[in-house]
């Protein structure tokens, strides 16, 4: 699997030209392309890279890619990101690494948005990988009540459960928030339930992403695919 992330990732640095204002995405896969990101870097290339993570930043750092900021740098050229789940209309799930909502910001502020997966994370529906929702921790058994009501009414029914840490505490966000993540199993509807989400007082942000990726890069036994919105 490891070395289907690297083809995705090596896919991916090909989109990458010199001087482009660059988002640079959370997770296993992501982190293969912020490798390789910096051998560019090493060799000449020259980029600016906004960070969707704490994590994200100190490995670019220690690969001496050039890091700025969404306040800096409010608008990107390109963001290279990975995905827990994707559909053929590029509609993802995120948020599996905790990171969900600093890259939906950087994602949005981006021209492009190139996702890298393997095979394995691609879908007929939605719903498979569990949904995470990035809530404040204030007002959180309300908050969750709210999701479990919302999604009763959308036909949607499974687990809603707050993310834990290795200690057993709650997982915190860079954003200080907290996650729960929805096992609402198969999706037929994602923008009504993002549309459902996002009224809620309490939800910060979830994890659909819809309407953002442009590109998919999908590495499987036979090479990568590109698949396009």
Do not use: C, W
């Not at 690969?63 to 963001?79: G, Q, R």
């Amino acid at each position: 699997m490891s070395d289907l992330k690297k083809q995705a990732a090596a896919a991916a640095v090909d989109y990458v030209t010199d001087g482009m204002r660059l988002g640079i995405g959370t997770g296993s896969t992501a982190d293969e392309f912020t490798k390789l990101l910096g051998v560019r870097v090493a060799m000449g290339l020259q980029v600016v890279g906004v960070p969707t993570s704490e994590r994200t930043a100190a490995l670019a750092r220690s690969l001496n890619i050039p890091l700025s900021t969404l306040e800096e740098t409010p608008e990107l050229d390109l963001t290279v990101d990975g995905a827990d789940e994707l559909d053929a209309a590029l509609r993802l799930v995120k948020g599996g690494g905790g990171a969900l909502l600093r890259e939906k910001i950087v994602a949005a502020a981006s021209a492009r948005m190139v996702v890298i997966a393997d095979a394995s994370k691609k879908v007929d529906m939605l719903g498979r990988f569990p949904l995470p929702i990035e809530v404040n921790p204030f007002g959180l058994g309300a908050t969750r009540i709210a999701v479990e009501r919302m999604a009763e009414k959308l036909g949607l029914s499974g687990p809603i459960e707050l993310r834990k840490g290795p200690d057993g505490l709650p997982f915190v966000t860079d954003g200080g928030h907290y996650i729960l993540d929805a096992s609402f199993g198969r999706i037929p509807d994602a923008e009504a339930l993002a549309n459902a989400l996002v009224a809620i007082p309490g939800v910060v942000e979830h994890g659909l992403f819809i309407g953002l990726a442009t590109t998919a890069l999908v590495a499987g036994p036979n090479g990568v695919e590109t698949l396009t919105a």
